[in-house]
């Protein structure tokens, strides 16, 4: 029927529908920044998956048919995965990768080590079977010693996975450690900058491309008076944006660092922040900078 939109595509092999890449926008000739087609080199956006609210299958599935574009990568977070079936967690996978969105494990490696070596290899052979991209080595609650971390990220690479060691500045963080005490047990077990920066080196020499910065003890639960600006920056002069990825799960975080570094910055966002986050970031709406300098009138 003639003045109906075509309907979305599907693709043989996958389990969601696609609109074309050429489907024009609504209301085109307003001016936005969009960002650069996927896959991107810069301004890579991490939503979190199930864990505070389940995220199901149905969900995520129509959250990329509407805003996969502006979505980079998927992450499981507090091992969630390991609260599906084998099949579910594989169709979730698919449906990801059909929207060009790559899947990472989130940090679960510090809760599989606590069985072991050989529970960590099965792990990475287990993610590389049923299709995880990324796999984050982190140890944020488990102080598992650098040197073995670096070999868990060599492993990784060897499995041909990327590897994302997530580093924090503050111990014994993560896993919503905000509602567990995290107040009353870690806010004084702070390391210091340079000891950061030499974890972060030792990853990248290790062959990482990229590095999820904890938000604890920079910006989460803080006022954004008290948020650690200066280290932010600090790392953002000695290594850049590409190669460091913030979590930046609250809105007026990511703001901050939308303002302060433009949309080239990596950021890891919760999935019910993509809409305004890409407001944001496109300047389509609640920046003020949108409004500076312009002359606002109508003529009828």
């Not at 169709?91 to 050989?118: D, L, P, W």
């Not at 080239?264 to 809409?275: C, T």
């Amino acid at each position: 029927m003639q003045g109906l939109p075509a309907r979305p595509k599907y693709q043989k092999g996958t389990t969601n529908f696609l609109m074309p890449a050429s489907t024009p926008k609504a209301f085109d000739f307003i001016k936005i920044d969009m960002p650069p087609k996927k896959p991107r080199k810069s301004g890579i956006i991490e939503i979190r998956g199930p864990y505070y609210t389940s995220v199901s299958y149905g969900y995520l599935r129509d959250l990329l048919s509407d805003w996969g574009e502006y979505v980079d990568g998927y992450k499981f977070a507090g091992g969630s995965m390991r609260l599906l079936s084998r099949q579910r967690l594989r169709q979730i996978i698919q449906v990801c990768h059909a929207n060009k969105v790559y899947v990472s494990t989130g940090g679960f490696i510090e809760r599989v080590i606590v069985q072991g070596s050989e529970a960590v290899d099965q792990y990475l052979r287990e993610c590389k079977r049923v299709g995880f991209d990324v796999v984050e080595v982190s140890s944020g609650l488990a102080p598992i010693p650098l040197a073995d971390k670096i070999q868990i990220v060599k492993q990784v690479q060897r499995l041909g996975m990327k590897p994302k060691p997530e580093v924090s500045l503050m111990i014994g963080a993560g896993a919503g450690t905000h509602v567990a005490g995290y107040m009353e047990t870690a806010l004084n077990e702070m390391r210091t900058l340079d000891d950061f920066t030499s974890e972060v080196e030792q990853h990248f020499a290790a062959g990482a491309e990229i590095i999820m910065v904890e938000s604890e003890g920079l910006t989460e639960d803080l006022p954004p008076e008290k948020w650690r600006k200066d280290v932010i920056e600090k790392l953002v002069e000695k290594f850049g944006y590409a190669k460091l990825m913030f979590e930046a799960s609250d809105p007026p975080v990511f703001k901050w660092y939308l303002t302060t570094f433009d949309s080239d910055v990596n950021l890891f966002i919760d999935h019910s922040q993509i809409v305004e986050f890409t407001a944001w970031r496109t300047k389509l709406w609640g920046d003020k900078r949108i409004w500076e300098g312009k002359e606002l009138h109508y003529h009828s």
